[in-house]
């Protein structure tokens, strides 16, 4: 098939890129480069052969996107692109649903003119807000607590609506739980700008020198060490998984919707000595207070996916420390020569 990525020089898009091309697709990658560099498409090429075009291009350009959909002969499309900083979102709401709702629906209305009613969207385990019980299903209530968050349920809701008034769409909603790691190359990684929000990544930046000290968001959560557990997953799998989604529900129309996640929940000092193992050196922290708007504790039942789409996650967390420790120690700065 041709595959048009939208969002595929990020840290999600060039890993499933990777999976993809070596699958025997060929691609088209569509990215503004406002969260990434060229330089990762260039090492998706070195670990991958195959046919892979990238345009630099805001999906929110119509006319553009369009354009590329009447030039290439596009089956489906995953849809990466958007903004995705939770703290962001509530300094910047405009610009979150600006990019990542009015994105969508430019890209939607590319894709109808084009013929191509196939998409895989990146949705998140944030459209569970604080969710009432643990494992959490794909019919637990949906809510959000801050942009980041409406933007993604708003975005299900008009790909819902889409394919509830013409049958033809077939839409794929892969929520998240949290990616972590690296390809196990060491060539492909996250490269997040600043100060990184995200546990492993903050982690990372610790053994390597950049920061001090992991600060620990609380330790008096009812969990069973008192910080907060995740369903941490290794991106690999989680690129698989759009494989799995494309293979399904490529040529089966209908509005399909499935957790990511491992199944099981790890703490942030679980995570923390997986990464020192991995690493082969002490992680210094301290507890902090708890960050504003962090729930407890959440994971996947993934059991719809591996039923449907004969999917699971299979790297465990010391492949997650280990792929993501030699992503960081091989790249300090990133793609940054
Ligand atoms: P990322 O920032 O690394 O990748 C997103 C890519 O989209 C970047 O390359 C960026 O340049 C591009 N982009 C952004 N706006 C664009 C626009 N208007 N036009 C063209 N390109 C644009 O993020 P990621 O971690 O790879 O996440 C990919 C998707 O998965 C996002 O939609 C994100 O919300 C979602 N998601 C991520 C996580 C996570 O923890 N990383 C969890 C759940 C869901
Ligand atoms: C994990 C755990 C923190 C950093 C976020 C988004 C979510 C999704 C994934 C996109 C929590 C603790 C963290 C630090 C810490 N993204 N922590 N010190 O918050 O589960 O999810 O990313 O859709 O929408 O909200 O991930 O990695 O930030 O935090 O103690 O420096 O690590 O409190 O318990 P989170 P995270």
Redesign the pocket.
């Known amino acids: 098939m041709k595959i048009l990525v939208t969002g595929g020089a990020g840290y999600i898009g060039s890993h499933t890129c990777v999976e993809l091309l070596e699958a025997g697709h060929d691609l088209v990658v569509v990215d503004n480069l406002c969260n990434s560099k060229a330089a990762a498409i260039d090492r998706v090429l070195e670990i991958a052969d195959g046919s892979l075009r990238l345009i630099e291009l805001d999906i929110r350009d119509t006319a553009a996107l369009t354009e590329v959909f009447q030039s290439e002969r596009v089956d489906a499309v995953i849809h990466f692109a958007g903004l ?1 900083a ?1 703290g962001e979102s509530t300094d910047l709401p405009v610009e979150y649903y600006d990019n990542n709702v009015g994105g969508t629906i430019s890209l939607l209305q590319a894709m109808d003119a084009g013929d191509v009613r196939t998409i895989v969207f990146s949705s ?3 459209v569970y807000g604080d969710p009432h019980q643990v494992p959490i299903t794909e019919d637990f209530p949906l809510t959000a607590t801050n942009p ?2 409406w933007s993604k349920l708003m975005v299900e809701q008009v790909l819902k609506d889409l394919q509830a008034s013409d049958e033809r769409w077939s839409i794929t909603l892969l929520r ?1 739980f ?1 990616p972590v790691g690296a390809h196990p190359s060491g060539l492909i990684g996250e490269d997040p700008n600043g100060i990184p ?4 990544p ?1 982690i990372s930046q610790v053994a390597i020198g950049k920061l001090d000290r ?5 330790d008096d959560y009812p969990t069973r060490d008192g ?2 557990v ?1 369903d941490y997953i290794h991106v690999v799998d989680l690129a698989q998984g759009h494989l799995a989604a494309l293979d399904t529900h490529a040529t089966t129309p209908g509005a399909h919707i499935y957790n990511l996640g491992t199944g099981s929940g790890v703490s ?1 000092l679980e995570m923390r000595a997986a990464f020192e193992e991995a690493c082969e050196q002490a992680i210094p922290y301290e507890i902090v207070d708890r ?1 504003p708007g ?1 729930i407890a504790e ?1 994971w996947a039942d993934p059991s719809r996916a591996r039923v449907a789409l004969n999917w699971q996650a299979t790297k465990s967390l010391m492949d997650m420390t280990r792929d993501g420790w030699r992503w960081q120690s091989r790249n300090p700065d990133g793609y940054q020569e």
């Open positions: 995705k939770v998140s385990a944030t980041y968050g998240y949290n929000n995200n546990l492993m903050y992991l600060r620990v968001f609380g910080t907060g995740r942030v960050r962090d959440c």
